[in-house]
């Protein structure tokens, strides 16, 4: 059963959830013009923070169910180039040209995923996840000064929340077989990005919002936090001994984040609990592996 946070009578206009922002969007891939759609602020209500540091929210009577990663990225209605709000302008023309070259395929490759999304709407979840895919496919053409590996990971990430929430409300729509896939995904696209930031290749300390959700950011930690769970709940289990070595060396991480969240309050407090968590997963999965070797 649903439950709801008791709200005062409001009228039609006060139970918005969202509006159009009267700034104007130009589009630097197809010039045109559009006006975002924003979220009011109060519409929302935090509830849990799930091992993923995914935000749920509690329904409220006056405005229902609002998912804020529905409407994070700023998408063009017209030609569908998709990016973080603070990306979206300021690309420079090497970056401009494989995305109008792409248009075409990349309103193609969404449509086949999610019924008929419409940018020129109100959002829903088809929308929301759907920008997410499309950021993912757009930001494989930004230079490596924006990061762009860890931003498709955090999109990716995002994407399968979104799918989850679409298999709850529409199940035996394969939404539960595209979250895993975006699950995989991003699972990857964190790894890369890690390794990226190791070899001098991309910055990720660069980006001011690494998330993952968008009501608090858990910087480089957070990344590592998540890499390390991904590897766990998502990484591929066909070859055991290379899924123990990634484990092994998730665990070796996590131990030293674990190490350091006991010694400072700079870090934030929950995800302190959750790494204490995730290394204790990390050391079952990796005993019982080591007690079925044994037998």
Known sequence: MVRYVQKPEKDDKERKVTFISKETVHCPVCDSNFHR?????????????????HRTYIPMQAYGEVHPLVYDLTVCPSCWYAAFRSDFAAIPPKVVKPLADGIESRIA????????????????????????????????????EYSPAIKQGISALRAAWLCGELDAKEPGQNYAYI???????ARFLYRLALESEQKGKESLTAVKWLGP???????????????????????????????????????????????????????????????????????????????????
Do not use: W
């Open 179 to 185: 979250a895993r896939i975006f699950y995989g995904k």
């Open 37 to 53: 759609e924003e979220l009011f602020s109060g519409r929302v209500n935090a509830g849990e923070l799930t091992d993923e540091l």
């Open 213 to 295: 959700d968008t009501d608090k950011n858990y910087g480089y930690e957070g990344i590592l936090y998540l890499h390390a769970m991904l590897e766990l709940k998502y990484g591929p289990t066909s070859d055991e001994a290379k899924r123990l070595e990634l484990l092994t060396d998730s665990k070796r991480t996590v131990a030293k984040m674990f190490g350091l969240g006991k010694k400072t309050k700079a870090k934030p407090g929950p995800l302190v609990d959750k790494v204490r968590d995730l290394y204790d997963k990390l050391k079952a999965e990796l005993r019982e592996a080591d007690d079925e070797d044994d037998d």
């Open 109 to 144: 490759a969404a449509g086949r995923i999610f019924p008929s999304p419409d940018f020129g709407s109100p959002r829903s979840l088809v929308e929301g996840a759907a920008s997410h895919y499309l950021a993912m496919q757009c930001y494989e053409h930004f230079t490596k």
